[in-house]
């Protein structure tokens, strides 16, 4: 596992013929049969040619890989049910374009590999940008794993391949439930009622994030091509909710989690200051300092606002704002999981 | 599928099976070039790809249509027609990328089919253009996103790279004599001397332009009238068509009074029948062939390849003064029932004629005569074919004079044959050598005189002595039926055709010709000791060896990064220091933040870190550096410790 940038060194690559190229040779070993028996002088030629052509194509194959150096990036969180997109740098300092690069996880064996790749250029002496999508099924940290890079360019005869295996993770979220009515529950301190105030003071725009409500979007400023934003609204202080797993209706925890992610998001975009509770020792964070460079993503960024009351307690301090809702959300998704490996 | 993809794969199709329209059934032909433009359409106007019941019907009917054609559907013929049709319709159901690959590969085959009929210069020049258009297509096939220019820079590169490692291999490889299993009979297209001659045979080879072999002599070529190739020799005459008659004496021919040797080198095009041309009469020769009792050169094998042998002939002879009984019994053979006329118009020179050296000589005189003509184009002749020639039509070519002078000379009891083959030849002035083609084929007599033995007499020679002299269009009447380089063409002309037949001979002998005893000779002469196979491979994986190793540094080169200066391997130094202490710089960290970090977790270190990070922004990424400030980074660099 890697940390930081890989450069593609030829210790990295590896390659070997495709079923094209084994074709070809075939092909070839019949025309050279040919040229012999019928002693074609320019029938040579072409084969050998040919058969020359396919090992420069290996040289090709290989230079289309050599010296790339990649460089791990974010990975945003998303909702189950949604796709990951692991962020990777591709910088290309050589003066040659690299052309049809794969970038594909690696299937159970390796020459019956199902999985459809991602297939992008890279052109010369630029740093590209490359979301590598991973379909997230399950709630909790989902790894990168070991991702395989390969390239067929120019002829498809040969297969050139290195693996990159940087230990990238993407938060993902529980699927919220469709619709969850909000619990009229209070503070476990006992300040402050729920009330449904808060629509009034219209207080700014913020930037769409999946999850808000509807009613909430500004389409007029959408329609002045502001891109999607949000209203947001003040709340005055004290009206409070509390979000508690144990006043869930589920039976199911991921149901419960399910609607408790559906809370938070709709707390959040109705603007409500709201806490978290969460049955003990469901909290699998760690404390103090700050992220691995790796992981996370906006989580982890945003961690060290939060992280001052983050302690062994499996509760959260009503709160709100992004930050919070994040690290909600965060909390949800972990919840009773085992500590994934991850230093 | 891209559309600029199936085009690419619609003009490598058609580049690969252009050049066999010429010998494709009309229908075949039809046939492609009707699925070429539906297919052009359809991919133009987006439209779907034909139903697979359509295909398949069509896909039957040709393949019955070749069968119904050719009788049969293997031999090569038949097998290059089926080929075409199959890759032209499988154009037609191009689905999936496999289906593309597929078809490439059938591109590449398809050309090699093509050398069957013709691997000349313009072939070989014609190849290198449809394999730069298959190699961008099939790279196009790899890379859908890339760009026209890019895609055929690629593949021109891909072919240049390719070329000195191909002609390593061409050099080197160790080549095998063919052929490895037998060859289909149509393996080869033959034109040139056949063993039998009717009235018209010759006359239609003398419209023919091909080359029949090329002749080298070693010092001064003969007289032209002395350059008699000699081919089949025909005995038998069946009223009408002279064939070479059944024989079953074979014994050495029998030369006396020999004189005039000549040495020469000629290089033979396959013309599919076992005869080798010598001047007459030969004597030595550097392959292994057979001499027949009545002088044919013979090889051991149809020449199916073109081949080059020495040999030495003695223009001065007296042949087989001894001729056995029987061989002249066949000299007279005659179908007596045909041709009346010249039985009796040689019984009454029989009769005038004290000897047989007389009566050819009153022969010769009738013809020169009696108003014959030289002619390409003679009239038909009736069923008396002798008879209607010499009393009435009186036009001919040289078939028409020897068959004549012949029957003549049998119906007066002198034994004779008919000889064929080539006379004269085109001189080279550019590659100084003579060019015989198949207009130069020639047809004579040779009688058995007491005495003397066969004597070659040409009453073509008297009846247009400039056919002997300077070639057929001094001798033919009519140029007008002759072809265009034939007739007198400019000074300019004939260099030009000279330039160019001189650089196809070379490429014949160098590149064409170039089989294990070519190689052999090649390789001696460049310092090889011993030529075996496992040296040849030797030195071919060696030479590659290098030229690839020599392409690698080539293409490697751009991406060798360069090593980073002095200045960022200081600063690297220092943040390797730090690492080991427990404090990694994170790639995305600039130096400024590394610093700001180290600093809070090591307070001690704050102010150098600082310092130093200051320092190397300030040298790597501002205007100005000056090598003392240089110097004294490094300084501070090497005195930092944690």
């Known amino acids: 596992m890697e940390h930081g940038a890989i450069t593609l060194t030829q210790r990295r690559i590896f390659i070997i013929p495709t079923k094209q190229g084994f074709m070809l040779g075939f092909v070839l070993v019949l025309m050279l049969l040919g040229d012999i028996n019928y002693n074609l002088s320019l029938g040579y030629v072409l084969t050998f040619l040919l058969a020359m052509m396919a090992v420069m194509s290996m040289l090709h194959a290989f230079r289309n890989l050599a010296h790339l150096e990649i460089r791990p990036g974010r990975a945003d969180p998303v909702f189950r049910g949604e796709t990951a997109q692991f962020m990777l740098h591709f910088n290309n300092r050589s003066k040659l374009s690299r052309y049809q690069l794969c970038l594909v996880q690696p299937g159970k064996s390796f020459w019956t590999n199902t999985n459809t790749p991602l297939k992008f250029d890279v052109p010369a002496m630029q740093d590209s940008e490359v979301a590598f999508p991973l379909p997230a099924t399950r709630r909790g940290w989902l790894q990168a794993g070991r991702l395989m890079l390969y390239t067929e360019f120019p002829l498809g005869?040969?297969?050139?391949?290195?693996?990159?295996?940087?230990?990238?993770?993407?938060?993902?979220?529980?699927?919220?439930?469709?619709?969850?009515?909000?619990?009229?529950?209070?503070?476990?301190?006992?300040?402050?009622?729920?009330?449904?105030?808060?629509?009034?003071?219209?207080?700014?725009?913020?930037?769409?994030?999946?999850?808000?409500?509807?009613?909430?979007?500004?389409?007029?400023?959408?329609?002045?091509?502001?891109?999607?934003?949000?209203?947001?609204?003040?709340?005055?202080?004290?009206?409070?909710?509390w979000l508690d797993y144990a006043d869930t209706p589920d039976r199911n925890e991921e149901e419960k989690l399910a609607r408790m992610t559906r809370w938070v998001l709709d707390a959040e975009a109705q603007g409500l200051r709201y806490g978290l509770g969460l049955p003990d020792g469901g909290l699998p964070l760690r404390h103090g300092g700050a992220e691995p460079s790796g992981a996370g993503g906006a989580a982890g960024q945003l961690l060290p606002q939060s992280a001052d009351f983050v302690s062994n307690v499996s509760q959260l301090p009503s709160n709100n704002g992004i930050a919070h809702r994040d690290e909600c959300l965060r909390r949800i998704a972990l919840f009773n999981l085992p500590q994934q490996g991850q230093p | 599928m891209n559309?600029?993809?199936?085009?690419?794969?619609?003009?490598?199709?058609?580049?690969?099976?252009?050049?066999?329209?010429?010998?494709?059934?009309?229908?075949?032909?039809?046939?492609?070039?009707?699925?070429?433009?539906?297919?052009?359409?359809?991919?133009?106007?987006?439209?779907?790809?034909?139903?697979?019941?359509?295909?398949?019907?069509?896909?039957?009917?040709?393949?019955?249509?070749?069968?119904?054609?050719?009788?049969?559907?293997?031999?090569?013929?038949?097998?290059?027609?089926?080929?075409?049709?199959?890759?032209?319709?499988?154009?037609?159901?191009?689905?999936?990328?496999?289906?593309?690959m597929v078809l490439v590969y059938l591109a590449c085959f398809i050309i090699i089919t093509n050398f069957f009929y013709s691997q000349s210069i313009p072939t070989a020049l014609y190849l290198l253009a449809s394999l730069t258009v298959i190699v961008t297509t099939w790279v196009h096939l790899q890379a859908e996103s890339i760009a026209l220019r890019p895609r055929m820079r690629i593949?021109?590169?891909?072919?240049?790279?390719?070329?000195?490692?191909?002609?390593?291999?061409?050099?080197?490889?160790?080549?095998?004599?063919?052929?490895?299993?037998?060859?289909?009979?149509?393996?080869?297209?033959?034109?040139?001397?056949?063993?039998?001659?009717?009235?018209?045979?010759?006359?239609?080879?003398?419209?023919?332009?091909?080359?029949?072999?090329?002749?080298?002599?070693?010092?001064?070529?003969?007289?032209?009238?002395?350059?008699?190739?000699?081919?089949?020799?025909?005995?038998?005459?069946?009223?009408?068509?002279?064939?070479?008659?059944?024989?079953?004496l074979t014994y050495p021919p029998d030369f006396t009074d020999l004189g005039q040797p000549i040495d020469y080198v000629v290089t033979l095009e396959p013309h599919n029948k076992t005869w080798l041309f010598t001047l007459d009469v030969p004597d030595k020769l550097t392959i292994p062939a057979i001499i027949s009792s009545d002088f044919q050169v013979l090889n051991r094998a149809p020449v199916h390849a073109r081949m080059r042998y020495a040999a030495r002939s003695n223009l001065v002879y007296h042949a087989n003064v001894r001729e056995s009984?029987?061989?002249?019994?066949?000299?007279?053979?005659?179908?007596?029932?045909?041709?009346?006329?010249?039985?009796?118009?040689?019984?009454e020179w029989r009769a005038g004629s004290?000897?047989?050296?007389?009566?050819?000589?009153?022969?010769?005189?009738?013809?020169?005569?009696?108003?014959?003509?030289?002619?390409?184009?003679?009239?038909?002749?009736?069923?008396?074919?002798?008879?209607?020639?010499?009393?009435?039509?009186?036009?001919?070519?040289?078939?028409?004079?020897?068959?004549?002078?012949?029957?003549?000379?049998?119906?007066?009891?002198?034994?004779?044959?008919?000889?064929?083959?080539?006379?004269?030849?085109?001189?080279?002035?550019v590659g100084n050598y003579y060019i015989v083609r198949q207009s130069d084929a020639h047809a004579w007599a040779e009688v058995w005189l007491a005495g003397q033995g066969w004597v070659r007499v040409d009453p073509t020679g008297v009846i247009a002595p400039g056919r002997l002299e300077s070639g057929l269009s001094a001798a033919v009447s009519d140029s007008a039926a002759l072809p265009f380089m034939e007739r007198n063409p400019p000074q300019w002309m004939r260099d030009l055709r000279f330039n160019l037949d001189t650089l196809a001979n070379q490429w014949n002998q160098w590149v064409l010709g170039y089989d294990s005893e070519r190689q052999f000779a090649f390789l001696t002469r460049l310092g090889m000791e011993s030529v075996t196979w496992q040296k040849m491979a030797l030195n071919m994986s060696a030479g590659l060896g290098a030229v690839i190793a020599l392409f690698s540094l080539f293409m490697l080169r751009h991406l060798?990064?360069?090593?980073?200066?002095?200045?960022?391997?200081?600063?690297?130094?220092?943040?390797?220091?730090?690492?080991?202490?427990?404090?990694?710089?994170?790639?995305?960290?600039?130096?400024?933040?590394?610093?700001?970090?180290?600093?809070?977790?090591?307070?001690?270190?704050?102010?150098?870190?600082?310092?130093?990070?200051?320092?190397?922004?300030?040298?790597?990424?501002?205007?100005?550096?000056?090598?003392?400030?240089?110097?004294?980074?490094?300084?501070?660099?090497?005195?930092?410790?944690?």
């Open chain 1, 157 to 241: 005869l040969f297969y050139c391949w290195s693996y990159l295996h940087f230990g990238t993770r993407c938060l993902v979220y529980p699927k919220p439930l469709r619709v969850a009515p909000l619990p009229s529950g209070s503070s476990p301190d006992g300040t402050g009622k729920r009330s449904v105030a808060g629509d009034e003071d219209f207080s700014g725009l913020r930037k769409y994030t999946p999850g808000d409500a509807l009613p909430r979007i500004a389409w007029k400023a959408y329609a002045r091509e502001r891109g999607l934003q949000v209203k947001q609204f003040s709340t005055p202080l004290g009206e409070e909710l």
């Open chain 2, 3 to 100: 559309k600029s993809l199936i085009y690419g794969l619609l003009l490598s199709i058609l580049m690969v099976i252009a050049p066999h329209a010429e010998h494709l059934p009309l229908w075949v032909s039809g046939l492609c070039a009707g699925l070429l433009l539906w297919r052009t359409w359809l991919t133009y106007g987006d439209k779907a790809l034909p139903k697979r019941w359509l295909l398949m019907l069509v896909t039957f009917a040709g393949t019955a249509g070749i069968i119904f054609n050719y009788h049969t559907m293997f031999g090569r013929e038949a097998g290059v027609t089926l080929l075409v049709m199959l890759a032209t319709l499988k154009l037609m159901e191009l689905r999936k990328p496999r289906d593309a």
């Open chain 2, 155 to 248: 593949a021109a590169v891909l072919l240049l790279q390719a070329l000195p490692l191909t002609l390593i291999l061409f050099i080197l490889f160790p080549r095998v004599q063919g052929p490895l299993w037998g060859l289909p009979q149509d393996a080869y297209a033959s034109t040139g001397l056949d063993d039998r001659m009717s009235p018209g045979s010759l006359s239609r080879l003398g419209l023919s332009e091909e080359v029949a072999f090329r002749v080298s002599y070693n010092g001064k070529p003969p007289r032209r009238d002395q350059m008699y190739w000699r081919g089949p020799v025909l005995w038998y005459f069946d009223g009408r068509t002279w064939t070479p008659g059944r024989t079953t």
């Open chain 2, 325 to 347: 009984e029987r061989q002249l019994q066949r000299a007279l053979q005659l179908p007596r029932q045909f041709n009346p006329r010249a039985q009796q118009l040689a019984a």
């Open chain 2, 354 to 429: 004290k000897d047989d050296e007389t009566l050819v000589n009153t022969a010769l005189r009738y013809f020169s005569k009696q108003g014959f003509v030289y002619t390409l184009q003679p009239p038909l002749l009736g069923s008396n074919s002798v008879d209607d020639f010499l009393f009435n039509a009186k036009q001919g070519f040289c078939e028409h004079y020897a068959s004549a002078f012949v029957f003549l000379m049998r119906a007066a009891n002198v034994p004779a044959r008919v000889v064929t083959g080539y006379l004269g030849g085109e001189y080279n002035s």
């Open chain 2, 560 to 642: 060798f990064v360069r090593r980073p200066d002095k200045v960022q391997a200081a600063w690297l130094r220092v943040c390797g220091r730090l690492a080991r202490a427990g404090l990694p710089r994170a790639a995305h960290e600039g130096a400024q933040d590394y610093a700001d970090r180290v600093a809070a977790a090591h307070p001690a270190l704050a102010a150098n870190i600082r310092d130093l990070a200051a320092r190397y922004s300030a040298l790597r990424y501002g205007s100005h550096g000056g090598e003392s400030v240089r110097q004294e980074f490094l300084q501070r660099v090497r005195a930092f410790k944690i």
